[in-house]
């Protein structure tokens, strides 16, 4: 849960800024990249637009902050469009952060980043450009009032986090580009962890998942999705064929037991990060068989059962 003052995220727009701390209601981050760190962040901006949690973010200064990380970091260098467009407009957001700005820079920033968002080749450029533009429509009054009435905002740093498309559509969020890149040097066990540490039943998913990431993929801009799901059940299935066990340590023991209510995915899934972790766990089901659902609902020929069972 999270309290947003403000958010224009995945095309869904919510403003709080005109209640009190204490009238904002809390909310499902599910949705939002909010796994930074251990706490919540103070706002977040990328390429679907951005969210603000604290009422002391100052919106211009996010602004610029974001696309010097997009020229030092995202940027490719390949087209002209965002090579050198994101940096004229991080420079020109400085020179409105410092007090040096211009009634007239806003229009051009405008006129930039939409020139930008539309010639770019990728989806960097293509996409980096949306915060701002939302941040123009939403908060615009606020780089008016840095211009006429300008003062230096102490900058800030931002905590940057690469994500993809692909990762961000799945319901786990399993580093996608990682497991792949490593099944593409032949690194099958370390794919497999990167899996894992999303979700144990990597054979399972790979069989059974609707797959939201494969319709989410940039190669589809090209022709075709890469096979997300099947390259999932590869990696499982190599290490059932050479008979190999999963890689885990099982940390210091700790006091106490758990007890988990159904064997399900969730309930086994709980049940096995608790045991590494050191717990004694007790799993209580009211079925014959483990494996909830995905045992009784899901046929064997779409699911066999010595992978569900394994």
């Not at 293509?126 to 102490?154: C, G, M, W």
């Amino acid at each position: 849960m999270a309290k947003v003052i403000f958010s224009c995220w995945r095309g869904e727009v919510i403003d709080n800024r005109s209640k009190e701390p204490s009238e904002i209601p809390e909310i499902e981050a599910k949705d939002f990249p909010f796994t930074l760190g251990d706490s919540e962040p103070r706002a977040f901006v990328g390429w679907d637009g951005f969210v603000i949690c604290q009422p002391d973010v100052n919106i211009v200064e996010l602004m610029r902050a974001y696309f010097e990380e997009v020229q030092s970091k995202a940027s490719c260098g390949q087209c002209f469009p965002c090579r050198v467009g994101t940096r004229v407009l991080a420079e020109m957001l400085g020179r409105i952060v410092d007090g040096r700005g211009k009634p007239e820079d806003i229009a051009k920033i405008e006129r930039l980043a939409r020139h930008i968002k539309a010639s770019s080749k990728c989806q960097v450029g293509q996409t980096s450009p949306v915060p701002l533009l939302l941040a123009l429509e939403h908060y615009r009054d606020e780089f008016e009032k840095q211009i006429a009435e300008p003062k230096r905002i102490e900058r800030v740093k931002l905590t940057s986090h690469l994500t993809a498309p692909c990762s961000d559509a799945c319901p786990a969020h399993v580093d996608i580009p990682t497991y792949i890149e490593h099944i593409r040097n032949y690194r099958f066990a370390e794919s497999l962890e990167v899996i894992r540490e999303r979700g144990i039943i990597a054979g399972c998913l790979g069989r059974v998942c609707v797959r939201p990431c494969e319709s989410n993929c940039r190669r589809t801009l090209i022709d075709e999705p890469i096979a997300i799901k099947p390259l999932k059940r590869h990696v499982a299935d190599q290490e059932v064929f050479h008979e190999r066990m999963p890689r885990y340590r099982r940390g210091p023991r700790r006091s106490g037991r758990v007890a988990i209510i159904g064997a399900g995915p969730a309930g086994l899934s709980c049940g096995f990060r608790l045991a590494v972790r050191g717990y004694d766990v007790t799993i209580y089901e009211a079925l014959p068989v483990a494996g909830g659902m995905a045992a009784v609902g899901i046929p064997p020929y779409r699911l066999p059962r010595d992978i569900l069972n394994r």
